[in-house]
């Protein structure tokens, strides 16, 4: 309290600066932005402050004293900076330096014409990182650093909590189009996604809410003033759409409280409470350069004479002075402290070059080396020396050492990331919780030590909030589905089980001996392939390898199961066509070798079909992930946004072209069994006891084969629908094939358990026009039958003669 108590002394005693008559004054332009969107009035004590302990120095400005005229308001607007640099260049008064003009916005158009007038231009509340460009801003300087430093601290919080994608919202001004533009390019190159949103000055920044992908992005960037980040909070308030579902993320340059309606920052709204804005700010993060904090040595001097301590605490009672008690607390008051004391210094150094006639740097620019108070704004020569002797600046400031680059900006390199906390006595606080240091050839982040998941989310249950990033799954078939099908596919191979039993025990009984059973043990096994494939089309794997191998394996079953069922049914439909079709009395008898060949040449071309697409590396036959059209996008059990995949079978042009060969060839298969059972239609022999089941197998059996086709080519991203029609296809074509094969003839066996109704009126079911032919057959199969009473051997005759 003694330094506070010396200082505050000092300051009544001396308010009124007396100086000696042998020095001259030396006044600087002073604009800043009192009113509009950044309020920096803050900043006055702490010039004011600087001016009094500058002008007590006598190792500073030995021979002068330094002092401004007045406070312009530029209102933080390109217009009004521009006119109030105007006004102030043409008074009697000359400047010999401007501090302005408070944000970058006013800033910017005054630094590009300020060196027409050979003045040097220093700012202590402009960020903008265009300003670093010195073709443009010749005689520009900040005690402020660029704001070019937020999108490599963004980077590394992105990366050290694992999110992926954000928004932000960016006021179309340089200060934060700036770090927009640095924002995405560091996005773009390290592949996450930014959705991008601008405020157009004067317009209704929350329409943002309004747009789908408000709700899809639960980090949000608020790269604004404070006035747009109160509405925009205050609003994400009444949408629901604050911690712990969403984390804001604001720049923590704002002035203390700016969040509260009183506030000149604020946007007067009678809706928004203390209460509700602690609410949407606490749990926000942000970044703020370490140059905007006085020194974390709170007890080392300054160039100044003034430790940090010192200076805040002497900056928080100026605060209550009379003179200061309507101006907003300026978070950054020590660059204002710091830029003023840069001027003082740098016209010092001027000030020395001129007294010894040194003109380094500026020998060939034209004009005369005069004293500084006889500058004006056409010496050339005299602007180029104290634009000289700024870029000379090198003192220890209350917020670190002050020295310019080539650009005219400080090289701090310090980023401190902090958060908003509510306090136990519900007040707001800005805790630091790490920082990011920038060097040459990278950056580091660091957590603080006492700074963990349980400290810094606790609103987020204690883990990094979730960025929106959607949620990668791949979806299965549903689950009633798998397992209908699955017991339907069981079910099936129990019914093979007793059909290969039925085959085994009654092959020797005429019923079943009269109708080829070896050909019978094909249908069986291709029944058995088609429902074993079921389970392949009910199921679904969740790895692209698992998938491949499912997809390799239906269609090889299918393919092949089809194959054996219907080689079997086209060669016993070949047989009723070749002894009806043009028939003559010294036919042969057909055996049934001949059958197994024809059921081996359909099986063999089927069989090339599917080696042949499967090895050649265009058509084979492998996964992919999709987007699942049945389900694409749900909220999970943690409440994150999931996206749905499926993995389905490639549908690449070769693997296209190889399938539908593949299923040409079957359709051609199928065109020529129609052929044949129309041709057929009218045989009514009982001996042939399964020529009619053939022909119903052949007609409904060419309608499951399009049913295929079309899920095959149209229906393979839906992938529900897709296994249920295919195996539903499947299903019914194993069963056509196993039923209406087995089933008639058990009924046959049940009800003629010998036999001997097969040949009763034989005689009587011929078809008329081929009465010739099959009145022979019968003849013959009349002479079997009686020889085959006397011999014993009556159904191998009969079985040799015609079927």
């Not at 005693?13 to 001259?24: A, D």
């Not at 008074?91 to 800033?107: A, F, M, N, P, Q």
């Not at 295919?726 to 003629?752: C, E, N, Q």
Request: hydrophobic share 40%; glycine share 6%; proline share 3%.
């Amino acid at each position: 309290m003694q330094h506070i108590a010396f200082i505050f002394q000092c300051w009544m005693s001396s308010f009124i600066i007396t100086v000696t008559s042998t020095k001259s004054p030396l006044h600087f332009g002073y604009i800043t932005t009192l009113t509009g969107s950044f309020i920096a009035s803050g900043g006055i004590p702490a010039v004011d402050l600087a001016l009094k302990l500058i002008n007590e120095r006598k190792d500073i400005l030995q021979n002068y004293t330094l002092s401004y005229t007045d406070i312009l308001d530029s209102k933080c607007n390109r217009t009004a900076g521009l006119d109030k640099f105007f006004e102030l260049v043409n008074r009697d008064v000359t400047y010999v330096s401007l501090l302005g003009c408070g944000c970058s916005i006013s800033t910017i158009p005054v630094a590009e014409i300020s060196h027409y007038w050979n003045i040097p231009q220093l700012s202590y509340a402009t960020g903008a990182d265009v300003l670093t460009d010195r073709n443009r801003f010749r005689n520009f300087f900040r005690t402020l650093v660029s704001f070019h430093y937020v999108g490599i601290s963004l980077a590394h919080l992105m990366r050290e909590f694992g999110w992926r994608q954000m928004s932000i919202i960016t006021q179309d001004e340089s200060l934060f189009t700036g770090v927009a533009e640095d924002i995405k390019i560091i996005f773009n190159n390290k592949k996450w996604i930014l959705d991008r949103y601008v405020v157009i000055s004067g317009q209704n920044p929350l329409s943002f809410f309004d747009r789908s992908e408000a709700q899809r992005f639960r980090i949000i960037h608020i790269n604004t003033y404070p006035d747009i980040a109160y509405q925009l909070l205050c609003e994400a308030y009444y949408r629901g759409m604050t911690s712990p579902d969403y984390l804001w993320i604001i720049p923590m340059w704002y002035n203390d409280d700016w969040w509260m309606p009183s506030s000149l920052s604020s946007y007067k709204n009678s809706s928004c409470t203390d209460a509700i804005m602690i609410k949407a700010v606490s749990g926000s993060i942000g970044f703020i350069l370490d140059v905007f904090l006085t020194l974390q040595n709170k007890s080392l001097v300054t160039f100044s004479g003034l430790t940090p301590q010192m200076y805040f605490s002497t900056y928080t009672a100026l605060l209550k002075d009379p003179k200061y008690e309507n101006l907003t607390e300026l978070g950054l008051s020590g660059v204002a402290f710091d830029g003023v004391w840069a001027i003082a210094i740098g016209l010092d150094i001027a000030s020395k070059k001129i007294s010894s006639g040194s003109d380094s740097g500026c020998e060939n620019v034209p004009g005369d080396i005069v004293p500084l108070e006889q500058f004006n704004y056409t010496n050339t020569k005299l602007g180029c020396i104290l634009r000289q002797s700024f870029s000379e600046i090198n003192f220890l400031g209350i917020t670190g050492q002050i020295q310019f680059n080539e650009n005219g900006s400080r090289n701090e390199n310090i980023v401190f990331c902090q958060q908003y906390r509510t306090t136990t006595d519900s007040s707001m606080a800005r805790v630091t919780f790490g920082d990011v240091t920038i060097k040459p050839k990278g950056s580091i982040f660091v957590l603080k030590k006492e700074e963990s998941n349980s400290t810094l989310w606790q609103r987020h249950g204690l883990q990094p909030p979730y960025d929106g990033f959607p949620e990668s799954n791949i979806h299965q078939n549903n689950m009633v589905l798998i397992i209908v099908y699955d017991i339907a596919a069981v079910c099936g191979l129990v019914f093979v089980v007793i059909c290969f039993i039925f085959n085994i025990a009654f092959r020797s009984k005429k019923v079943v001996k009269m109708t080829s059973p070896n050909l019978n043990y094909i249908i069986i096994l291709g029944s058995a392939m088609l429902y074993t494939c079921i389970f392949f089309y009910s199921h679904s794997s969740t790895t692209k390898s698992m998938q491949s191998i499912f997809c390799n394996i239906r269609e090889w079953m299918v393919s092949l199961g089809y194959s054996l069922c219907f080689g079997v049914i086209l060669s016993k439909t070949w047989r009723v066509y070749y002894i009806f079709n043009n028939p003559k009395p010294n036919k042969k008898g057909i055996k049934d070798w001949v059958l197994f060949l024809i059921v081996f040449v359909v099986v063999a071309i089927d069989f090339v079909i599917i080696l042949v697409g499967s090895a050649i590396p265009q058509s084979k036959l492998a996964s992919f992930k999709e987007v699942d059209h049945e389900h694409l996008q749900q909220a999970n059990e943690k409440n994150r946004i999931q996206y749905n995949f499926i993995l389905t079978c490639s549908q690449k042009t070769g693997t296209v072209v190889w399938l539908a060969f593949s299923f040409g060839y079957k359709t051609m298969l199928q065109l020529l069994a129609i052929f044949m059972a129309f041709h057929t239609r009218r045989v009514k022999v009982r001996i042939l006891n399964e020529s009619k089941e053939i022909a119903a197998i052949i007609y409904i059996n060419s309608t499951i084969l399009v049913l295929l086709t079309v899920t095959e080519f149209t229906l393979a991203n839906h992938h529900n629908t897709f296994a249920a029609l295919f195996g539903l296809g499947l299903l019914t074509d194993a069963s056509l094939f196993l039923g209406l094969i087995f089933i008639p003839k058990m009924i046959r066996l049940y009800r003629d358990p010998q036999g001997e109704k097969i040949f009763s009126d034989a005689e009587n079911t011929c078809n008329t026009g081929a009465s010739h032919a099959v009145t022979n057959k019968v003849n013959t199969i009349q002479m079997v039958k009686e020889d085959g009473a006397r011999t014993g051997n009556t159904n191998r005759s009969c079985s040799s003669c015609i079927f």
